[in-house]
């Protein structure tokens, strides 16, 4: 299986940061260095990603783990480590890439949704138009294509077509999620981030919005981050899973595996809770 990302030793502290930033924090302490102040949010986190897999990072709020996603997205400058993107033959050294290099990775090869659609969206203009906005920067101009594609996207994650020039501001956050999520596949990344996509989202909509995502993993063969606290998710998309705390992994294996026999005595509360 063809890998897509490797990252290693990744660690990002908010603050001046100080020498016992990393000894003084933990999953057994806080992540607030008490020399200096600063938020270790994460810490020597360390995995790979292979085509057509979705890799699940849960924990609660705090963990670090929308910090992962959130710099190799690049809306956040790493702090430490390395994290390597491969694409047709190239490799990507992603916390060394200059800004435009990241924005033409954002744009074309990599995929996100957020929790908050506003982050996602542009709702001044149309669901069509922000797909548009996508396949413009990304080199596409072709008004009828891009028109087309916009539609092709909608419909494929159950859009109506006589939506597409509305604003997404008319539209229910589960509708608002399913735009975002058109919007980040208009170029085919080979990568999607999902942080947080279902919160706040009724049950009958969530359900609706997993089952969008394995149908598109299914079909397009996308690798896939997904963030969460909710095990249902986990249990539903991911193939494996790391558990963080305090900013650092505390356990990492199959979800099967982690959810039927966690070892970690954390992992284990956040089961039992679910039960």
Not at 70 to 80: T, V
Not at 116 to 126: D, E, K, R, V
Not at 182 to 211: M, N
Request: charged residues 20%.
């Amino acid at each position: 299986m063809k890998k897509i990302l490797e990252v290693n030793s990744f660690s990002k502290v908010y603050g001046s940061g100080c020498d016992c930033c990393f000894a003084e924090t933990g999953p057994e302490r806080t992540n607030i260095c008490p020399g200096c102040g600063s938020v270790v949010a994460a810490h020597d986190v360390s995995f790979s990603l292979h085509q057509g897999e979705i890799l699940g990072i849960m924990g609660e709020s705090g963990s670090g783990k929308s910090t992962v996603v959130k710099s190799l997205f690049f809306d956040e400058p790493a702090s430490w480590g390395q994290a390597s993107f491969y694409d047709n033959g190239s490799r990507y050294d992603l916390f060394e890439l200059n800004r435009a290099q990241q924005r033409q990775l954002r744009s074309q090869r990599f995929g996100m949704v957020y929790q908050n659609p506003h982050l996602g969206l542009n709702f001044a203009i149309s669901a069509g138009g922000n797909i548009a906005e996508r396949l413009l920067v990304a080199g596409d101009s072709h008004y009828q294509r891009i028109r087309s594609r916009a539609q092709d996207l909608l419909q494929r994650t159950e859009v109506l077509p006589e939506r597409m020039d509305e604003i997404p501001r008319n539209f229910s956050g589960g509708m608002q999620q399913r735009v975002q999520i058109a919007k980040a596949l208009a170029t085919d990344p080979p990568l999607l981030f999902l942080d947080e996509v279902t919160t706040g989202l009724d049950l009958s909509v969530q359900a609706a919005i997993l089952d969008l995502i394995l149908e598109i993993q299914h079909e397009l063969q996308t690798a896939m981050i997904v963030v969460t606290h909710d095990l249902g998710v986990i249990r539903l998309l991911a193939d494996r899973t790391l558990v963080m705390k305090y900013g650092r992994i505390i356990e990492a294996g199959l979800t099967d595996q982690i959810l039927e026999d966690p070892q970690h005595a954390y992992t284990q509360r956040l089961v039992a809770s679910a039960l």
